[in-house]
């Protein structure tokens, strides 16, 4: 009996860590859907977001070291800190600028390229805002706080104690990551079916010459894409960032993202939301069951393993697009 | 044109290559990468003490100390290419601070004649110096650490741990698994129950770990951590109200920036260590003289002080003082890696020369020989106070069980020696 209520427990945060996963795969999803790219650089947007947000909460001087290295100041902070909203705000609008800067200094070369040179290019991009963030804001391990609680929730604790007589472990971050997350797929969905720019980029990513012919700017779409998945990134690495402080290891979380994304397929958010769950629950279950009898540390293989037996059944995913190859 | 651009280039070469004279000792650190925020802090700490050196002293036995930096990112094929840029430049010792990285460089620098030094990581066994003639690894290793880590929860429960629950949360790795068979050895020495709970690497999710760890309610956690895995595994033991005094990490789970990210929830966290907390030392008046003052510090002296930058700069003291050792035994100051590892084997830091270094108590004494390599493997317990934001010692330098370590030390160098088809020295 106590192995069925822990099962129930590890299957709840099961739950509550795929939320976690499909936030960083929903910025992958966006990309790829309004431009057929597979971003190699979601994970260090995610990074590069966070570094921004806490740097300006903090008041941090960016390019502190550049700038003491090339004149001799011992530059490091501002001497003011950021409300957390206004922090948000003001990164949100970097992110925006980044887009922008991405699509003229790179996209915008490469249009009408193959796909794998566009992957090529965010792999280089990926490389290359790692070490932005690194120059801007520095190496250090940050700490994140927009004032989400952390640590069990008591309630929850308090209820199942009285039912099974154990009270479950949940963290009152994971609730919180499971609200936003439906706040912001609701938004998502909203956007793309019922505004104009959002019905333009499904044009795009439907045809991109299609919705050239009609007169939708291509350019506009990437930037406003770029803009939205710099927008999710940095939902993702607050969550992220929030459990372990700031760190250029936050740019690896899209290793976590990519069994979810070969699962529920590269251009469905809904698929991004139920991929990240199976892929949660399975590989907690696994290893709760079956971890134990194989020396334990099976959750990174296993989502792996688990994505590709999906995949043998459904190539393009769950919620892919089937895929159709005329001759 | 070509004749001039030629030039330049061997000009350029010529400028950023260390002086033949010099003793050098090449830096293989990370700065950046998933792990660059501890590797920044231990390479600060090493640049800065030759800095001081140089700068103070004119360098050792009036050799200035050259240390050509190499970025390894912790990755261990950069780690191998590092070694192999930099060992025809004079190196005389290498210190990569990557467990990965110092296996692949133990049958290199038998080869080619290079010490590795390697504190508190690295191989264990390497410290037999009967079967690894290159490498040092005092003053202690991953299974003093262990051993100290137990020797103070005895301490806590009047000697005794019989029906004690351990759990043993671990880096999934060659490192994080090099204490399992030294606490499955003192589990049966003193009766307490050992849970293996190992993390993927890196460690950024960790929650079913936890969730077992709170199912199963160990009374202690003994952490072997490095990079993110630390700062989640502490958010997530106070995620679950496990007892923070009774977390206690391995020195590479024991730096400011392990605890920093869980605030206030991380006070009374405890981790081992070899070396001393915080600048209450004579040593650091020197590093605020010579170095931080006038601009010289690595990174602009913005670590100096932390945890992992002591230990870096700790290492970089062992390293002056073997070579100290070299020169007066060979007669030179112009050394070679062969007088180098002489010096090593006779190196004697006492309680009076850590004093007169600057550093009193910082660090046990270390006597080394032929066949120990390894020093006493002497640690301490420090403790996290998250209100004044520092850590502080809270036991005195401490033995490891050497019953227990000794013979896993014996067996498995000796296991290597078999493996490799080496003839242990005799001495």
Redesign the interface.
């Known amino acids: 009996m106590d192995q069925v209520i822990?099962g129930a427990?590890?299957f709840l945060?099961g739950l509550?860590?795929g939320v976690?996963y499909s936030l960083v795969a929903l910025g992958f999803v966006l990309i790829f859907k309004a431009s057929g790219v597979f971003n190699y650089a979601q994970g260090v947007l995610a990074l590069f977001a966070a570094l921004t947000l806490v740097g300006i909460q903090d008041g941090q001087v960016p390019f502190a070291?550049l700038i003491?290295a090339a004149f001799?100041t011992?530059l490091?902070h501002f001497g003011w800190t950021v409300p957390s909203i206004l922090a948000i705000a003001l990164t949100v609008l970097v992110m925006v600028l980044l887009a922008f800067l991405i699509e003229k200094l790179v996209l915008q070369h490469l249009v009408g390229q193959e796909p794998i040179i566009l992957f090529m290019a965010t792999i280089g991009l990926a490389y290359f805002l790692?070490?932005l963030g690194?120059v801007m804001w520095g190496?250090?391990?940050k700490?994140?706080?927009v004032g989400l609680p952390?640590?069990?929730s008591d309630g929850i604790e308090t209820l199942t104690a009285g039912w099974f007589g154990y009270g479950f472990?949940i963290?009152r971050l994971d609730i919180w990551a499971t609200v936003i997350a439906a706040l912001l797929v609701a938004a998502l969905v909203a956007f793309s079916q019922y505004t104009k720019q959002g019905r333009a980029m499904r044009a795009v990513a439907d045809d991109h010459q299609a919705a050239l012919s009609v007169g939708i700017s291509l350019r506009f779409i990437w930037v406003m894409v770029w803009s939205i998945a710099g927008f999710v990134a940095l939902v993702a690495g607050i969550m992220?960032g929030t459990?372990?402080?700031v760190?250029?290891?936050?740019?690896?979380?899209a290793l976590?993202a990519l069994p979810v994304l070969m699962l529920g397929g590269f251009t469905s958010i809904p698929g991004a939301i139920v991929g990240g769950l199976i892929i949660g629950v399975g590989?907690?279950m696994f290893?709760?069951l079956i971890?134990p009898m194989v020396?334990?540390?099976t959750?990174?293989w296993f989502a792996y393993v688990l994505a590709l037996v999906f995949l043998v059944f459904r190539p393009q995913g769950l919620f892919g697009e089937r895929i159709i190859e005329r001759v | 044109m070509k004749t001039k651009l030629t030039a330049l280039v061997v000009a350029g070469i010529m400028a950023g290559a260390p002086a033949m004279a010099d003793l050098v000792v090449p830096n293989l650190s990370y700065?950046?990468?998933?792990?660059?925020?501890n590797g920044?802090q231990y390479a600060d700490g090493f640049n800065d003490y030759f800095t001081l050196l140089n700068e103070r002293d004119g360098g050792i036995g009036g050799e200035k100390i050259q240390v050509p930096e190499c970025e390894t990112a912790y990755n261990t094929e950069k780690g191998v290419e590092c070694y192999e840029a930099t060992k025809d430049t004079g190196a005389l010792v290498y210190n990569p601070l990557s467990t990965g990285i110092t296996y692949q460089l133990i049958p290199k620098v038998a080869e080619d004649k290079k010490v590795l030094y390697t504190p508190g990581y690295g191989r264990t066994s390497a410290k037999n110096g009967k079967v690894f003639e290159w490498i040092f690894n005092a003053p202690a290793n991953y299974w003093d650490g262990a051993s100290v880590a137990i020797k103070h929860l005895l301490d806590e429960n009047g000697g005794s741990l019989e029906g004690k629950k351990i759990a043993l949360v671990y880096h999934?790795s060659a490192y994080g698994k090099e204490p399992i068979r030294t606490l499955q050895e003192l589990a049966d020495k003193h009766g307490f129950t050992l849970t293996?709970?190992?993390?993927?690497a890196?460690g950024?999710?960790q929650?079913?770990q936890w969730?077992?760890i709170?199912?199963e309610r160990p009374d202690y956690v003994i952490m072997y951590g490095w990079?993110?895995m630390n700062?989640?595994a502490i958010?997530e033991a106070?995620?679950?109200?496990f007892p923070m005094e009774n977390l206690i990490g391995i020195w590479w789970a024991g730096s400011e920036?392990d605890v920093?990210?869980a605030?206030a929830?991380a006070d009374g966290y405890k981790a081992v260590t070899f070396n001393g907390v915080g600048q209450d030392y004579p040593l650091y008046d020197d590093l605020q003289q010579y170095v931080i003052e006038p601009?010289k510090a690595s990174?602009?002296g913005?670590h100096v002080g932390s945890a992992v930058y002591s230990r870096g700069m700790y290492a970089a003291v062992v390293i002056a003082e073997a070579i100290r050792k070299a020169q007066e035994l060979a007669g030179t100051s112009d050394i070679t890696p062969e007088q180098l590892r002489e010096g090593f084997e006779n190196l004697d830091i006492t309680e009076e020369r850590l004093a007169e270094i600057g550093l009193p108590d910082f660090g046990p004494p270390i006597q080394l020989s032929c066949s120990n390599h390894g020093g006493s493997g002497m640690a301490r317990i420090q403790q996290w106070d998250a209100e004044a934001g520092q850590w502080n010692l809270i036991t005195e330098f401490t033995e490891p069980d050497q019953e227990v370590v000794q013979p896993l030390i014996e067996e498995d160098s000796q296991a290597y020696a078999t493996e490799a088809g080496i003839t242990p020295r005799d001495c």
């Open positions: 822990f427990e590890v945060n509550m860590t976690m070291h003491n001799g011992s490091h790692e070490g690194d190496a250090d391990i700490t994140l706080d952390q640590g069990i472990f963290d992220w459990k372990s402080g760190q250029f290891s936050l740019s690896l979380i976590k590989e907690k290893e709760f971890g020396g334990g540390a959750e990174t | 700065r950046t990468g998933p792990y660059g925020a920044t999934n293996e709970v190992p993390v993927e890196p950024q999710e929650g079913s969730l077992q709170r199912r990079g993110v700062q989640v958010q106070a995620n679950i109200r920036i920093q990210p605030g929830a601009g990174q602009g913005e």
